[in-house]
């Protein structure tokens, strides 16, 4: 019919402009529900059995204590004796009881059992006169049944009491769930655990507190512009994207940006972590994404942020999957279906996080599930300099802080990095009763964060000395080496399970690296084990967070990245945190010692090298280390002062085509290069993946 008939291209005036695909016409009103049973039908079998039972219950709770058969001829005995407190007489029954216990042992057996109340048989040949004694002992004779029935108000209090509290608690849960505050079933199980944030309630996060990731921020625009004008876009059409998918290191702002677009686009936001969905019973994890579903759809616009995806997310069917149907597999079933099934999702973005993206399940990842991917990365200098900017806002910075200078000294940190930054320098700088943060308080907590608090430990004067070598060894070979990092501080003041540390980061951030410069990362990270041979002809257990480094460098460089004439251009090692855990890396055995092999010749190619150099500026490594004992901490100008080394024509500088005058800020510490640690130390940081 023509009311049937599809609005005109243009002229679609359905309330709901953002409707996507799979949603059927007519979407815009209220479906029937599907006919339910009336809820006394579903209370009603529980309630009959529940009255069944409190009533055998009552019936036993109420029923008169047992009376115990005695013979007679012991209850005249009883009687002579006065020691009938009361009897009542049905026929030739008699039941009584007597004033106190007495002991009475059956016919035919050898126990006896302590008799109160009593029941007996009166013979029909009897001729004692009962009657009579019993008035002569003062025994009452009655009436009244002796076991007359309990109150009816006992009856109705202990029989049906019970039924009636109960049938009024699932009454109680029943309109909990109907009215959505509690429903789910009983205790809630399969209700969504998400929180919801209205865009009119409390302050709103928005792209002003996102900084550093400007062209991740471009790519959600289109969503928040979207949410705000659907028609713009449904013109064209258009349609929004079911998800967007964050992905990236940790503390690079996923969760933050998520939050940002829901505050500019001013639509309910629910917040979940993908954990939340997992119970130890089978199906809660579906029920519970339906629910959160349907409170999204209800509200739409609306957005869904899932944190930590790759907790339910996991690829089906792998290596850690041991069964076919598990809660797992039903709650992702579950979101694959809310986001793309059979009849679409109404208005709902979903924006899930995670820093594992590829161990995701193949489904989630396809167009019309998650249509975007996004990589959130750690920011360059820039973003740095910006993020500093955006957490400084609300601090008193006194005027000489140089936030260029702290975003060009730490390189790798992340937007959560910076921010702790910010606050351990705002707390030490009350702690010293500042009334502004100055420089000094930023880098003295850049210092904390990257090697920890200083330690008050005594060191003898020998290990002071082996450190300070140890040390100078590290310093020296980064002046030394062509491409190597510029040396910003050497200390040999004890901090965390360190005994002293070299600084080295670079003047820009990197990108990508050489094989030369990894062999000058190896050979300065050798220095302080070359330089205990040098001068003491032996060797400590201070090198063995440098020994992890150097080990995990060499070891990526043959099997990673192709640097190995003996293994070629493959790949022949997983990425670090991706091994198998049976071992099962189809790598075959001879492979494996061929990269043993090769990783040994790298390191003792270098380590030679870094001895070589050592012996040839024997008198600049003195030298060094006799300034580092006498001043324990050297910034970049003083160290290359103490080796006699000019820092603009020194051959890393050379090497990296630096300009005279082009240095960062000294004094500001870096992430640490080579930490002389005290055993046990901790691991290495290795190199990040280029």
Same mark, same amino acid.
């Given at each position: 019919?023509?009311a #049937?008939?599809?609005?005109?291209?243009? =002229?679609? &005036?359905?309330?709901?402009?953002?409707?996507?695909?799979?949603?059927?016409?007519?979407?815009?009103?209220?479906?029937e529900?599907?006919?339910?049973?009336?809820?006394?039908?579903?209370?009603?079998?529980?309630?009959? *059995?529940?009255?069944?039972?409190?009533?055998?219950?009552?019936?036993v709770?109420?029923?008169?204590?047992?009376?115990?058969?005695?013979?007679?001829?012991?209850?005249?005995?009883?009687?002579?004796?006065?020691?009938?407190?009361?009897?009542?007489?049905?026929?030739?029954?008699?039941?009584?009881q007597?004033?106190?216990? *007495?002991?009475?042992?059956?016919?035919?057996?050898?126990?006896?059992?302590?008799?109160?109340?009593?029941?007996t048989?009166?013979?029909?040949?009897? #001729?004692d006169?009962?009657?009579?004694?019993?008035?002569?002992?003062?025994?009452?004779?009655n009436?009244?049944?002796?076991?007359?029935?309990?109150p009816?108000?006992?009856?109705?209090?202990?029989?049906?009491?019970?039924?009636?509290?109960l049938?009024?608690?699932?009454?109680?849960?029943? &309109?909990?769930?109907?009215?959505?505050?509690?429903?789910?079933?009983?205790?809630?199980?399969?209700?969504?655990?998400?929180?919801l944030?209205?865009?009119?309630?409390?302050?709103?996060?928005?792209?002003?507190?996102? $900084?550093g990731?400007?062209?991740?921020?471009?790519? /959600?625009?289109?969503? *928040?512009?979207?949410?705000?004008?659907?028609?713009?876009y449904?013109?064209?059409?258009?349609?929004?994207?079911?998800?967007?998918?964050?992905s990236?290191?940790p503390?690079?702002?996923?969760?933050?940006?998520?939050? $940002?677009?829901?505050?500019?686009?001013?639509?309910?936001?629910?917040?979940?972590a993908?954990?939340?969905?997992?119970?130890a019973?089978?199906?809660?994890?579906?029920?519970? /994404?339906?629910?959160?579903?349907?409170?999204?759809?209800?509200?739409?616009? +609306?957005?869904?942020?899932?944190?930590?995806?790759?907790a339910i997310?996991?690829?089906?069917?792998?290596?850690? +999957?041991?069964?076919?149907?598990?809660?797992?597999?039903?709650?992702?079933? =579950?979101?694959?279906?809310?986001m793309?099934?059979?009849?679409?999702?109404e208005?709902?973005?979903?924006i899930?996080?995670?820093?594992?993206?590829?161990?995701?399940?193949?489904?989630?990842?396809?167009?019309? &599930?998650?249509?975007r991917?996004?990589?959130v990365?750690?920011p360059?200098?820039?973003? &740095?300099?910006?993020?500093?900017?955006?957490?400084?806002?609300?601090?008193?910075v006194a005027?000489?802080?140089d936030?260029?200078?702290?975003?060009s000294a730490?390189?790798?940190m992340?937007?959560?990095?910076?921010?702790?930054?910010?606050?351990?320098?705002?707390?030490?700088?009350?702690?010293?009763?500042?009334?502004? /943060? =100055?420089?000094?308080?930023?880098?003295d +907590?850049?210092?904390?964060?990257?090697?920890?608090?200083?330690?008050?430990?005594?060191?003898?004067?020998?290990e002071?000395?082996?450190?300070?070598?140890?040390?100078?060894?590290?310093?020296?070979?980064?002046?030394?080496t062509?491409?190597?990092?510029?040396?910003?501080?050497?200390?040999?003041?004890?901090?965390?399970q360190?005994?002293?540390?070299?600084?080295?980061?670079?003047?820009?951030d990197?990108?990508?690296?050489?094989?030369?410069?990894?062999?000058?990362?190896?050979?300065?990270?050798?220095?302080?084990?070359?330089?205990?041979?040098?001068?003491?002809?032996?060797?400590?257990?201070?090198?063995?967070?440098?020994?992890d480094?150097?080990s995990?460098?060499?070891?990526?460089? *043959?099997?990673?990245w192709?640097?190995?004439?003996?293994i070629?251009p493959?790949?022949?090692l997983?990425?670090?945190?991706?091994?198998?855990?049976?071992?099962?890396?189809?790598?075959?055995?001879?492979?494996?010692?061929?990269?043993?092999?090769?990783v040994?010749?790298?390191v003792?190619?270098?380590?030679?090298?870094?001895?070589?150099?050592?012996?040839?500026?024997?008198?600049?490594?003195?030298?060094?280390?006799?300034?580092?004992? =006498?001043?324990?901490?050297?910034?970049?100008? #003083?160290?290359?002062?103490?080796?006699?080394?000019?820092?603009?024509?020194?051959?890393?500088?050379?090497?990296?085509?630096?300009?005279?005058?082009?240095?960062?800020?000294?004094?500001?510490?870096a992430?640490p290069?080579?930490?002389?640690?005290?055993?046990?130390?901790?691991?290495?940081?290795?190199?990040?993946?280029?």
């Amino acid at each position: 019919m023509a009311a #049937d008939a599809p609005n005109p291209p243009g =002229q679609d &005036r359905r309330p709901h402009p953002w409707r996507v695909e799979g949603a059927p016409p007519g979407h815009n009103q209220t479906p029937e529900p599907p006919k339910q049973r009336p809820a006394w039908f579903r209370f009603g079998w529980m309630l009959l *059995v529940l009255l069944a039972i409190n009533w055998v219950i009552s019936s036993v709770l109420l029923a008169p204590p047992q009376r115990t058969s005695v013979s007679y001829t012991f209850f005249l005995t009883q009687v002579t004796a006065a020691n009938v407190s009361e009897i009542t007489s049905t026929g030739d029954t008699i039941e009584g009881q007597f004033t106190k216990k *007495v002991s009475y042992t059956p016919s035919g057996e050898t126990k006896a059992e302590e008799v109160e109340r009593f029941t007996t048989q009166r013979p029909s040949f009897a #001729d004692d006169n009962l009657f009579a004694q019993l008035q002569a002992n003062n025994v009452p004779v009655n009436a009244n049944p002796p076991d007359a029935p309990a109150p009816v108000w006992q009856q109705l209090l202990v029989g049906f009491g019970p039924t009636i509290l109960l049938v009024g608690l699932f009454y109680w849960i029943s &309109r909990r769930a109907a009215a959505g505050l509690g429903g789910g079933g009983l205790g809630g199980f399969g209700k969504s655990r998400a929180k919801l944030y209205q865009p009119e309630t409390g302050p709103r996060t928005t792209f002003a507190d996102v $900084a550093g990731i400007e062209e991740v921020e471009q790519e /959600v625009t289109e969503i *928040v512009d979207f949410l705000r004008e659907p028609e713009k876009y449904r013109r064209l059409g258009a349609q929004i994207p079911h998800g967007v998918l964050l992905s990236g290191p940790p503390g690079t702002g996923k969760t933050l940006l998520a939050r $940002a677009v829901a505050g500019e686009a001013q639509v309910p936001f629910f917040s979940i972590a993908a954990s939340e969905f997992i119970e130890a019973i089978v199906g809660v994890g579906a029920s519970r /994404v339906r629910d959160l579903f349907e409170q999204a759809k209800k509200v739409a616009p +609306s957005i869904v942020f899932i944190d930590e995806l790759d907790a339910i997310g996991r690829s089906r069917g792998g290596a850690q +999957s041991f069964g076919g149907n598990d809660e797992r597999d039903q709650t992702l079933n =579950q979101i694959l279906t809310e986001m793309d099934g059979f009849t679409g999702s109404e208005g709902v973005v979903v924006i899930a996080a995670t820093n594992r993206a590829e161990i995701l399940d193949t489904a989630l990842l396809r167009p019309g &599930r998650f249509d975007r991917r996004v990589t959130v990365s750690p920011p360059d200098l820039r973003g &740095r300099r910006a993020i500093l900017a955006v957490h400084t806002r609300g601090v008193p910075v006194a005027p000489g802080v140089d936030l260029d200078a702290l975003a060009s000294a730490t390189p790798g940190m992340v937007g959560a990095d910076l921010k702790n930054l910010v606050n351990e320098a705002a707390l030490l700088a009350a702690r010293r009763e500042h009334d502004m /943060v =100055q420089m000094a308080d930023f880098t003295d +907590s850049l210092e904390k964060i990257v090697l920890g608090t200083v330690r008050g430990i005594m060191l003898t004067q020998e290990e002071r000395e082996r450190t300070a070598f140890h040390e100078s060894g590290h310093a020296l070979l980064g002046m030394l080496t062509p491409g190597a990092d510029p040396v910003r501080k050497i200390s040999i003041i004890p901090r965390g399970q360190a005994l002293g540390v070299t600084f080295q980061n670079p003047a820009t951030d990197r990108y990508g690296y050489s094989a030369k410069y990894l062999r000058g990362r190896i050979i300065g990270a050798l220095g302080g084990r070359a330089a205990e041979e040098v001068v003491y002809g032996d060797m400590t257990t201070g090198a063995e967070s440098d020994l992890d480094q150097v080990s995990n460098i060499a070891r990526q460089m *043959v099997g990673r990245w192709g640097m190995s004439e003996a293994i070629g251009p493959v790949t022949v090692l997983p990425p670090p945190g991706q091994e198998s855990p049976l071992g099962l890396d189809g790598v075959a055995p001879a492979t494996k010692e061929l990269i043993d092999a090769e990783v040994r010749k790298i390191v003792d190619e270098c380590y030679a090298e870094a001895l070589e150099l050592l012996r040839a500026h024997r008198a600049q490594l003195n030298s060094l280390a006799g300034k580092l004992l =006498q001043s324990e901490t050297l910034d970049e100008d #003083d160290a290359y002062a103490a080796a006699g080394i000019d820092r603009d024509t020194a051959p890393g500088a050379v090497a990296r085509g630096e300009a005279p005058g082009t240095h960062p800020a000294p004094g500001i510490p870096a992430a640490p290069a080579f930490p002389e640690s005290a055993a046990p130390a901790p691991n290495g940081t290795g190199l990040p993946t280029p």
